[in-house]
């Protein structure tokens, strides 16, 4: 009798003689699977598809913080303090302020971030959102072309001398203690007189950060990161007035240019909440 062939069953888990070779191959494949991309981040795990969020929380920040109102006021002090020639006491006072700044401004993004968290995924609450930043972006675009008239999202002209008052009385403390203390309170009270300069971006960025369902270290840390980014042109500004004792006050010219880049990103950041999906 002619031999005949050993045949195998298809058992659960077996491989024909002739399916082997594309098994194993298939087994092999399997086990060489990419494996996901990760970063950590102020200790949170980012995969691939998180990794825009931080870039663009430095590009908020990085703008917010050319905000004309604020600007104004750092400049401002720094060339008063330039005539002193006293580069120690310039820095503690100028570098305060803008600590106290970024301190103030934290905890206000953070009221905002809470506000949203309250209120909830609200397509309601996005569509207010995009109107105010529409609006506000819309006044600052009109102050490019038509500086000083009508409404403008500017620190008002009848707070003005009640900070120029806050400077003197810095500038001519008997110690640097008595000046720092009058330094923190101006700049508290200067964010509360630039409350409807400043808070566009800040309502913008968190309103779309809650958007991402994140927990709440991840809330926390990107609100560091914005701050961090706000404050940095502060410090570049400081360090250069300190360098030079500049007395150079910043310019019309230049605050409207501000006003465009702001307004600018206001309304562009107001259509895509508008068009986001809900």
């Not at 969020?53 to 750092?74: I, K, Y």
């Not at 980014?229 to 300190?242: E, K, N, P, R, S």
Request: proline share 4%.
């Amino acid at each position: 009798m002619p031999a005949q062939t050993p045949k195998y069953k298809d058992a659960s888990g077996s491989c024909e003689v002739e399916q082997t070779l594309s098994c194993e191959a298939g087994a092999e494949v399997s086990t060489q699977t990419p494996k996901p991309f990760n970063l950590d981040f102020f200790g949170h795990r980012l995969s691939l598809d998180e990794i825009g969020l931080p870039l663009f929380t430095l590009a908020m920040g990085l703008l917010d913080g050319f905000n004309p109102c604020s600007l104004w006021v750092l400049i401002l002090m720094i060339s008063l303090l330039a005539p002193m020639n006293n580069r120690l006491r310039m820095t503690a006072i100028a570098g305060t302020f803008v600590a106290v700044e970024g301190l103030a401004y934290f905890i206000f993004m953070a009221a905002w971030l809470n506000l949203f968290l309250l209120v909830g995924l609200s397509r309601i609450s996005e569509i207010v959102i995009a109107a105010l930043a529409l609006l506000a972006g819309m006044i600052n675009l009109k102050d490019f072309r038509f500086h000083g008239r009508g409404v403008s999202l500017s620190i008002p002209d009848a707070a003005k001398p009640d900070i120029y008052a806050g400077m003197r009385r810095i500038l001519h403390a008997q110690n640097l203690g008595g000046a720092l203390i009058g330094t923190v309170v101006l700049a508290i009270l200067v964010q509360i007189v630039e409350f409807m300069c400043t808070s566009g971006f800040p309502a913008l960025y968190t309103r779309i950060l809650t958007l991402k369902q994140l927990d709440s270290i991840s809330y926390y840390g990107y609100l560091l990161l914005y701050n961090l980014a706000y404050m940095f042109d502060d410090v570049i500004i400081l360090t250069i007035g300190v360098i030079t004792l500049s007395q150079r006050r910043l310019q019309e010219k230049e605050g409207r240019w501000l006003k465009l880049i702001s307004g600018l990103v206001m309304v562009s950041l107001g259509v895509y909440l508008i068009l986001a999906p809900g």
